[in-house]
């Protein structure tokens, strides 16, 4: 019913959050028990992006299926919301419930910060565009490509 997602702890010289998140897997039992009975419910509801994290958080876990699968935050507000080992290389998730996500100063110090091959924003529109080297915004809906499309989105090889 639940996820727990552990903490990442790098050696940095930052204060770092070291308490697990919790996300409902199944976001129509959160939705209920909000209160969210329409789809307009759900766009004006204040949990309304903590439910979107965790439905991209579930989501992609399950396509992916990667070694290992955390989260990441600091005492001074950065944070990613899903850090992923796929294959040895580390590939970090946001979710963000916007029609445009855009590189945020949070984002700039994960990817430096952790040294990740990849980050990928996720997203509810509908084209794939690039926000900066490394950095791809993605329609969740990519997530229901074949095997392995979804592949060689995670692949930071990949352009």
């Not at 039992?29 to 009975?37: A, E, K, N």
């Not at 509801?45 to 992609?60: L, T």
Request: hydrophobic share 45%.
């Amino acid at each position: 019913m639940v996820r727990q997602l552990r903490p990442w702890f790098a050696n940095l010289n930052k204060r770092q959050v070291k308490s697990p998140k919790i996300y409902f897997r199944d976001t129509g039992i959160l939705h209920q028990m909000l209160g969210m009975r329409e789809e307009r419910d759900l766009w004006l509801h204040p949990k309304s992006g903590a439910s979107w994290e965790g439905y991209v958080i579930e989501e992609v876990i399950k396509a992916v299926d990667p070694d290992e699968a955390y989260f990441w935050a600091t005492h001074t507000g950065a944070e990613l919301d899903l850090l992923m080992f796929i294959a040895g290389r580390r590939v970090g998730i946001e979710c963000k419930r916007v029609d445009a996500p855009r590189l945020t100063p949070s984002m700039r110090i994960a990817l430096e910060d952790l040294a990740l091959d990849r980050l990928i924003v996720f997203y509810p529109g509908d084209r794939p565009y690039p926000l900066a080297d490394r950095v791809m915004a993605l329609p969740l809906a990519h997530l229901a490509k074949p095997p392995d499309e979804i592949a060689a989105i995670f692949n930071p090889a990949q352009p």
